[in-house]
Nanobody, 116 residues
Framework: QVQLVESGGGLVQPGGSLRLSCAAS????????MGWYRQAPGKQRELVAG???????NYANSAKGRFTISRDNAKNTVYLHMNTLKPEDTAVYYC??????????WGQGTQVTVSS
């Protein structure tokens, strides 16, 4: 059974940092490119960052220079380190496949709220 469990979100002030984690099960994690996505209220879900099987990162323009994606294949976990957070980063963050063209069942996501 495929399961994606996101965690690490919360309320943070502008300029603050958070580290999100996504634990995957039921997939060949080491063979999977993984990505972080987000969905803000009233907006479509968008890709924030992706990481290939070999560890090469890719970032949306909004994330470049502020976010870092990484993975630990031994733990079947992908991370998103977010720095210099802005109110416009407020969204529910999800992880899922990246580059495959087919999404896994979405997890519950983790809420990130950037507000003073």
């Amino acid at each position: 059974q495929v399961q994606l469990v996101e965690s690490g979100g919360g309320l943070v002030q502008p300029g603050g940092s958070l580290r999100l984690s996504c634990a995957a099960s039921g997939i060949m994690f080491g063979d999977s490119a993984m990505g972080w996505y987000r969905q803000a209220p009233g907006k479509q879900r968008e890709l924030v960052a992706g990481i290939t099987r070999s560890g090469r990162p890719n970032y949306a323009n909004s994330a470049k220079g502020r976010f870092t994606i990484s993975r630990d294949n031994a733990k079947n976990t992908v991370y998103l380190h977010m720095n210099t957070l802005k109110p416009e980063d407020t969204a529910v963050y999800y992880c899922n496949n990246f580059l495959s063209g087919a999404y896994l069942p979405w997890g519950q996501g983790t809420q990130v709220t950037v507000s003073s």
